[in-house]
């Protein structure tokens, strides 16, 4: 099993939203044509099939969709943080688009609950990846 | 038209267990001559063979072990869990357009080494859809249909209790199967509510189990099933569903993400069947993860969106529940083998021969995983 965490691949359709995310911003990949925004990154608009796009920087702020708490046998890295909360988080910017983070708490992870608000932090990984997690407000 | 044009007419299973001294190879010839002798039809009479991507025993080994003839149709269906029915569907086809005669899908599989956990194959970078959400630490399948769980038990107000109604009735059906891994093993509200957690709110018990084995089944057209040895599982209806915006595993990202892919195959099955879901007498639902039966019950329209939890802890699964689901276990409690054994366990109810035989059960049906691209067959009697 790997020792460190699994590190997202960069590709030319989802470069900007790893560099925005290195630069502590959490970013939207829109089309270029018809502006319809779209999660995950992809090549192509499924609503017009346009490859243009554009990034819209958004502040990152979601409310708590949902969330688990994984238990192992996981990777070791992760064995080692467990018990820790994994949530899908809806942007308050775009309510259909939803981003997974881990979720970080000053209280008990007990207290966490859906429906909870967040506000964006990034971890950064190495000097391209920094992944973007939600503390709550 | 696919509908009642073909039927399975032989199925095979070898021992299942935590771990079998032997090769996927080795097991998967084993389970197909079993099949092909519980049909009563000759290897070399073999013209077709359906299977899943993930099958590592490929088609040319399995058809110079077992001596079959020259093929002219063989197919793989992907998403492993969402894979079994749609190989059977696709063999189906080609049997019911002409194209082959006699064909064979298998699946074997040793997965009772916890070292095969595809997980822990995770690679150090990701390049496909799971980059936006393993770096996170949601990594297992068990996470990803956690996610679902906790959601749906807040919108429609459950909790660990009510899910654990869904373990339990498959526990109780195991208990009577010889052939169940947990045929010896009881389990109880405590057992469930004191068991340790895997995926908070997911817990030991709503995990299938790891283990070995194979199983195959034969599929002819009905007319040539007619001259075979034993009651015809006819094939009445067939269906695969990919809903839009699907994402494998994690379908997170679609309008709502609790309408899966299996509303998409359960409109089209019923459309083209002669039946509804109130004429169904023992369903065969893809129990990876517990979770998968209420949302799958709810997907295939036995009860509106929200109730299912509710009917389950009624007692609608159990034997004379209403609708009896898993009755041999299922993946929970009698074997994992990617749903395959759901299959076996279909035609042992339209034959008459299950350890738990429901009476007069004359439409079964079997689906397959909620969670990724997924297909069903509504299996009938004479």
């Not at chain 1, 970013?27 to 999660?39: V, Y």
């Not at chain 2, 099958?55 to 399995?62: L, V």
């Not at chain 2, 064979?104 to 799971?130: A, C, L, Y």
């Not at chain 2, 089944?217 to 695969?240: C, D, F, G, R």
């Amino acid at each position: 099993m790997i020792k460190s965490i699994p590190i997202p691949g960069i590709e030319d359709f989802d470069k900007s939203y790893w560099e925005n995310s290195s630069k502590h911003k959490l970013s939207i990949q829109h089309c270029a044509d018809c502006k319809a925004p779209r999660f995950p990154p992809r090549h192509m608009c499924p609503k017009c099939q346009s490859i243009n796009h554009e990034w819209n920087i958004v502040s990152g702020d979601a409310i708590l969709w949902s969330f688990v708490v994984p238990r192992p046998p996981l990777l070791p890295v992760f064995e080692k943080q467990s018990p820790y909360v994994v949530g899908l988080v809806e942007l308050i910017e775009y309510k259909n688009i939803r981003i997974i983070g881990e979720i970080k708490s000053n209280s008990d992870i007990d207290s966490i609950k859906i429906g909870d608000k967040l506000t964006v932090r990034f971890k950064k990984i190495n000097n391209e990846i920094s992944l973007p997690y939600w503390v709550r407000e | 038209m696919l509908k009642d044009q073909t039927a399975i007419v032989g199925i095979g299973e070898t021992e299942f267990s935590k771990s079998i001294d032997s090769t996927e190879l080795n097991l998967a010839c084993k389970a197909i001559k079993i099949a092909l002798d519980d049909a009563g039809i000759n290897p070399d009479q073999v013209d077709a063979l359906g299977s899943f991507t993930y099958e590592e025993t490929p088609e040319f080994e399995i058809a110079r072990n077992l001596g079959f003839g020259n093929l002219t149709y063989w197919s793989q269906a992907p998403y492993g869990g969402g894979a079994s029915c749609a190989a059977i569907g696709q063999v189906a086809m080609a049997i019911a357009s002409g194209v082959a005669n006699v064909g064979v899908v298998w699946r074997s599989r040793k997965r009772g080494d916890p070292s095969s956990r595809m997980w822990s194959h995770t690679n150090e970078q990701i390049f496909d859809h799971w980059k936006w959400s393993r770096p996170s630490g949601l990594v297992r399948p068990v996470d990803e249909s956690s996610m679902l769980m906790r959601r749906y038990m807040h919108q429609y107000n459950y909790d660990r209790k009510d899910l654990a109604s869904v373990s339990i009735a498959l526990r109780k059906y195991a208990n009577s199967n010889e052939r169940a891994l947990m045929h010896n093993k009881s389990l109880s509200l405590s057992d469930y509510m004191n068991a340790r957690m895997i995926s908070d709110p997911l817990c030991l018990f709503d995990n299938c189990l790891e283990s070995d084995g194979a199983i195959a089944i034969v599929i002819t057209s009905v007319k040539m099933a007619e001259s075979l040895n034993n009651i015809p599982a006819i094939i009445h209806s067939y269906s695969q569903g990919m809903s839009r915006d699907h994402q494998l595993m994690t379908h997170y990202h679609s309008d709502d993400p609790l309408e899966s892919s299996s509303y998409v195959t359960a409109s089209n099955l019923w459309s083209l069947s002669d039946y509804s879901p109130k004429d169904v007498d023992v369903a065969q639902i893809y129990d990876a993860f517990s979770p998968m039966i209420p949302f799958s019950l709810e997907a295939y329209d036995f009860c509106p969106k929200g109730e299912a939890l509710k009917l389950i802890n009624e007692g609608l699964i159990d034997v004379d529940g209403g609708l009896p689901v898993n009755t041999s276990g299922g993946s929970l409690s009698e074997v994992y083998l990617h749903g395959m054994n759901l299959v076996t366990e279909g035609v042992k109810q339209i034959r008459g021969l299950a350890n738990v035989q429901i009476k007069n059960a004359k439409l079964a049906l079997v689906t397959t995983c909620d969670a990724t691209p997924n297909a069903a067959v509504l299996l009938k009697g004479e």
